[in-house]
C-alpha cells in the first residue's frame, strides 16, 4: 500500500507514543506498565511542545511513522499549558527518584553538544523518528526523512540516539557520527550500560 506523507492527525497521538516505547526499548529501563505509558506520554509532550516541524506518514488510514524536528528561527506547531505543565512535574519526580538514570543520560548528551558545538552551529535537531513496528512496509523512516530534507535544504541537523536504537539507521542515510559517551543508567533495580551517540547531516 502506498505511503503518503502529511499532518500528524490529533487522534493518533497515543500511537505515537506506542512507537516510542517500542521503538527506543523503554522497557529496557521499566518493566511497570503503568510508568512505560507515563514516560511514554511524558517523552512525547516534551518532544511536541519543542517541535517546529512534524511530518507524519500513513497507510491508507494508519499511521506508519513519525518525525518531529526544532530547527532554529520556525514556530511551534503545538501549545498546551497543561502537558508543558506534565512535563515539568515529570521531570521533576524523575530527578527526585532516577538522578542516576536520566540525570546521567541527559549529562552525556549535554557533553556531546558541549564537544560538537566547538567546531559546529546546527540549524536544528531531529528530536522524535519511529516508525509503526506493525506495518509491514519498507522505507517509512527514509520518506519522512526525504521529506524534512525537502523542507530545510542546505541546513545541518543534529541528533542523538543510543544503542538501545537502530543507530544504524542513520549510518545507511549519511550521518556522521559527531561524539559518543558510555554511560550506565541506574534504574531502581535495573543497572543499563549504554552507548550514547550525537549524529550530524548537512541536509542535501
Known amino acids: 500500500m502506498q505511503v503518503k506523507i502529511g499532518a500528524l492527525k490529533k487522534r493518533d497521538y497515543g500511537m505515537a507514543i506506542q512507537f516510542a516505547v517500542k521503538g527506543m526499548h523503554f522497557d529496557w529501563y521499566l518493566d511497570n506498565q503503568m510508568l512505560l505509558k507515563l514516560y511514554g506520554r511524558y517523552f512525547w509532550y516534551l518532544e511536541m511542545c519543542r517541535a517546529t516541524q512534524v511530518i507524519a506518514a500513513y497507510s491508507g488510514d494508519v499511521l506508519a511513522g513519525v518525525l518531529l524536528a526544532e530547527m532554529k528561527g520556525e514556530k511551534k506547531q503545538y501549545h498546551s499549558f497543561w502537558k508543558s505543565l506534565y512535563v515539568k512535574i ?115
Do not use: W
Open 90 to 204: 515529570f521531570d521533576f519526580l524523575q530527578n527526585l527518584f532516577y538522578k542516576e538514570g536520566a540525570g546521567v543520560y541527559d549529562k552525556a548528551n549535554r557533553e556531546m553538544f558541549l564537544q560538537y558545538s566547538e567546531h559546529n552551529t546546527p540549524d536544528g535537531e531531529i528530536i522524535f523518528l519511529a516508525v509503526n513496528p506493525e506495518i509491514k512496509i519498507k522505507g517509512v523512516g527514509s520518506l519522512l526523512l526525504k521529506e524534512l530534507e525537502k523542507r530545510e535544504q542546505g541546513k545541518k541537523v543534529y541528533l542523538y540516539t543510543d544503542n538501545a536504537c537502530t543507530f544504524q539507521f542513520y549510518e545507511h542515510r549519511g550521518f556522521l557520527r559527531a561524539c559518543e559517551r558510555e554511560v550506565v543508567l541506574h534504574m531502581g533495580d535495573r543497572t543499563v550500560p549504554l552507548k550514547c551517540f550525537l549524529y550530524s547531516k548537512i541536509i542535501e
